[in-house]
Each structure stands twice: as C-alpha cells, then as structure tokens.
C-alpha cells in the first residue's frame, strides 16, 4: 500500500474520531481510535521504506517479476504504436499491458505507455538513415546517426524511478555542536538547521512522422530500431539538462545549481584539476568522483608533452582523476566565449535524477502533412527533473586555457 492511501485512511479515521467526540459517542470514538493505533505502524513503516528507495542509486522501478519479464519477452514498441494509430496488427498483449502500466505510473495516459523495461535490454547499435524499410530488407545496414553519448548516468548519478507528485527530500544543513565540558557543567544548546530539495514534473518530448510501412513491420530489426531511437533521444536530452538546463520548462543541472564551488582561469590543466581536487577534499565531498569535459580538453591533454618530448598521457594531466569526455559540455564556460572550455569535477552520485513515468506516446494518423502520405504522426514524452544534494560536491572550472600544458617541473627539496 502507497504512503498516500495510508495518510489518506489516516485521515479519515481522525475525521470519524472528531465526528464522534463532537457528538460524545465514547463507543464509535474508542473503535475509530483502535483503527488509527493499528494504522499509525503501517504509516511509520511505509514512510522509512520510502525514505530507503529515494537514497537508494540506480535502482530501475521493473514492477513485479511477473509483468517485468513478460514485458522484456513480448511487449513490441512498433505494434503498440501501430495498434494505437488504427492499423491492422494485432497488439492485444500491448493494449493489455496499458492498465498495468497506468497503475504503475499513476496516471492514465494520453496516447500509449511504452515501459521503460522495453529500453533495458541490449539493442541494436544503428538507427535509421533516409530509408527505413529498404528493398532489400537489410536493416542491420542502417547508418546511425553521429550524435553525442549520454554520460551522466554513467558517472554514478542517483536514479530515483517511478516518482508520483512532487518530491521534498529533507536536508541537513547544520547540525548540532559538540562541546566537552566539566563536571557539573551544563552543555551549550545547538539545533539541528534543516532545508529539502524539491522535484518537480519537467517534460520532455519530440514530434516525429514515422512511414505507415515501418509500423507494419513486424522484423525484431525495425523494433530494435525504435527502441533505440527513442532511449537514445530521452537519454540525451536527461544528459544534456542534468548538466546545464534552462530552470524553467527543463531541469536546473549542475551547472545552474546555486551554491556550487567555482575555479576560474586556472594557469593550466595540471592546476585545473589539482585545485579542483583540492577545493572538493576541504568540504568533505565523497569518493564517486569524476571529471567531465569538452573532447577538445581531451585533445589539448593529448598533445601534452614531457621535457623529452613524449607524451605525457591523459592519466597523468588529469592527475589520475577518471575522466570523462561529452559534447554535452557546454564548450564556453566563463568569460571567454570561442576561447576557453570548462571542466565540472565533483562527486556524481550527488546529482539526483527523477523519473516519473513511463514514455508517454500519442500517435495521429489524421496530422495533415502525415495523412496525406499515409504516415502518422508521434508525440513522445516523459517526464523527469534533476536536483543536486550538496551543491559543494561539484567544481566548475571555467575559462580553462587552450594552450598545451608543459610538464610541471620537479623541484628537488
């Protein structure tokens, strides 16, 4: 049972108890009372429960084993989102599937649910080029499109699925101090200081106009094709906001969160991420650390050279730090716009992702641009918001410089 129908119960067994003291009903007030002391665990229960799901890392929400794997061996994508635009295929196992999945999203949808569990098994690594149902039937020749990697999830974020309503997590700001005294001596009081960080519903979404002849399709490759089509452009366009987002119809990201540590114009990469480092280890922050950068950082670390002339290596530019390269990154991070490129060190698993719904399709066959080709039209959505726990956990290093870093020199003491 969800904590809303425990608080909702709760809720009314207090309105019975009011209504029965109001009218000095002992009876009916003394067994209302009874029904809320054998409620009152359950909701305790519940909300520690809750409170161990939202701290826990990358747990995907698969909803019980039954429809989990059922999904991952029979739900088809391309039938649902055939069946939805009238067309003659038989997708009665996808229909099914929608009450079960509007339970576990908590909402009914608009169109058709297409569950995550559905992106969770390996697909194939191409997508469509100008052709998507080639005469000679060769889909596993399709050329995919060159597009960034979505990075962020892979640097350790804190994934918290299957949310309903907005998100109050509470925060420790201060706590209380600790002071050694004498005997017979009174402590001095201190309170602990709380704040919450807050997520809240942003959606995402893409109209496309997909072929009446893809969806008739029943090849695993043209299924393959839409699963990766659609996991790929979510999954981007999370990466790309959970870094640097606009705040207002789209998350925050780590770079618009107020409170995180700033280094700027550091003298070169060496100091960049030593000073980094440095600024992180003095406010405590954990050990899933990471860097994240533009490739061109990575091709000026390249060129590095030692006084002999060789290589220095990326390991020892980055001063063993794990790093991590996407054109995600804003390239211009400072003063400097065309010239310089940032860096954002911290500790990734402060980075919260939620996801509140399964992918949310609606197909028009009727859009008249579509019809008129017989193709249909799709709106695919989803819902999702990012928050950062400790806005100290992160580094911006802003206006690094483009020049080759020179090997430091020992100085012998």
């Known amino acids: ?93 996808e229909s099914e599937m929608q009450g079960e999945l509007a339970k576990r999203a908590g909402r009914n949808a608009e169109g058709v649910f297409i569950p995550t ?9 191409t997508t469509t080029g100008a052709e998507l149902v080639p005469t000679d039937h060769r889909p596993d020749q399709y050329v995919n499109a060159l597009v960034a990697s979505a990075k962020v999830r892979a640097l350790g974020s804190t994934i918290l699925s299957g949310l309903t309503g907005n998100l109050s997590i509470p925060r420790e700001t201060a706590s209380p101090a600790i002071g050694w005294v004498a005997e017979n001596t009174a402590l001095t009081a201190g309170d602990a200081d709380f704040d919450s960080i807050t997520l809240s519903p942003k959606h995402a979404g893409a109209l496309s106009e997909w072929s009446r002849n893809m969806l008739m399709q029943a090849s695993p490759d043209v299924e393959a094709l839409l699963r990766q089509m659609l996991a790929r452009n979510l999954a981007l366009a999370i990466d790309k906001a959970a870094i640097l987002g606009g705040g207002a119809n789209e998350p925050k990201g780590v770079l618009a969160t107020t409170g995180i540590q700033k280094l700027t114009a550091p003298a070169s990469l060496f100091d ?33 050279l030692d006084a002999n002339g060789l290589p220095i290596g990326l390991d020892k530019v980055f001063g063993g730090v794990s790093s991590t390269f996407s054109n995600q990154v804003p390239k211009t991070l400072g003063g400097s716009p065309g010239t310089e490129h940032g860096m954002i060190y911290g500790d990734w698993s402060e980075l919260l992702i939620g996801i509140w719904s399964e992918i949310d399709i609606l197909v028009n066959p009727f859009e008249s641009t579509a019809y008129s080709k017989g193709n249909v039209m799709i709106r695919a959505m989803a819902t999702v918001d990012c928050a950062v726990r400790h806005p100290k956990a992160f580094v911006s290093i802003e206006d690094v410089t483009t020049a080759t870093p020179a090997m430091p020199e020992v100085v012998t003491p």
């Open 117 to 125: 569990e559905c992106f969770e098994t390996r697909v194939l690594t």
């Open 1 to 93: 049972m969800k904590t809303s129908d425990l608080i909702e119960q709760s809720a009314a067994i207090e309105s019975r108890m009011k209504a029965a003291h109001e009218a000095d009903d002992q009876p009916a007030f003394e067994a209302a009372e009874a029904e809320f002391n054998a409620i009152k665990p359950k909701l305790e229960r519940q909300r520690k429960i809750d409170a161990m799901e939202r701290r826990e890392a990358g747990t995907p929400l698969n909803g019980d084993n039954k429809l989990t794997s059922e999904i991952r061996s029979r739900f088809n994508i391309g039938r649902a989102i055939a069946g939805a635009a009238g067309l003659a295929v038989d997708w009665g196992f």
């Open 272 to 304: 960049a991420v030593a000073d980094a480092v440095a600024l992180a280890d003095v406010e405590n922050v954990g050990a899933s650390r990471g860097l994240l950068t533009t490739p061109e950082i990575r091709k000026i670390a390249a060129k590095a």
